[in-house]
């Protein structure tokens, strides 16, 4: 079952219709073969909260994270056989890649994942 979701991102209210929570979770659990530690990406405004694959109740976790004003964007993984500063992977759900706001997410979660891996 498809919904529409109306949430706020990058600083405009946007109406999505998008995957359900359930279909959400199936994907995460589908995830690219070579990923590890994979999770939802929700985002909000000023922050990122991720959907873990071994949360005990993760169609649950999207859905309070939903109702706080998240928005699950994507899916992010560690790629096992890369080196530490190249082994994030993120990807945007298909119905945001052709949405500018949603690339500008990603870059600023990527962004954030290189200063902390360069500072370790």
């Not at 919904?3 to 994907?27: D, F, H």
């Not at 994270?65 to 500063?85: F, H, M, Y």
Request: glycine letters at 8%; aromatic letters at 10%; a positive charge.
């Amino acid at each position: 079952m498809r919904s529409c979701t109306y949430g706020r991102a990058a600083g405009w209210y946007i109406l999505s219709v998008m995957k359900s929570n359930k279909e959400l979770v199936n994907a995460l659990r589908e995830a690219p073969g070579p990923w590890m530690d994979t999770a939802i990406i929700v985002a909000f405004e000023n922050r990122f909260e991720f959907v873990t694959e071994d949360h005990p109740d993760p169609v649950n976790r999207l859905k309070a994270l939903q109702e706080q004003g998240g928005l699950a964007i994507g899916l992010a993984g560690v790629k096992s056989s890369e080196s530490l500063d190249r082994a994030f992977r993120a990807q945007l759900f298909n119905e945001y890649e052709g949405q500018g706001w949603a690339h500008q997410y990603m870059d600023r979660l990527r962004g954030i994942v290189r200063r902390q891996s360069s500072t370790r």
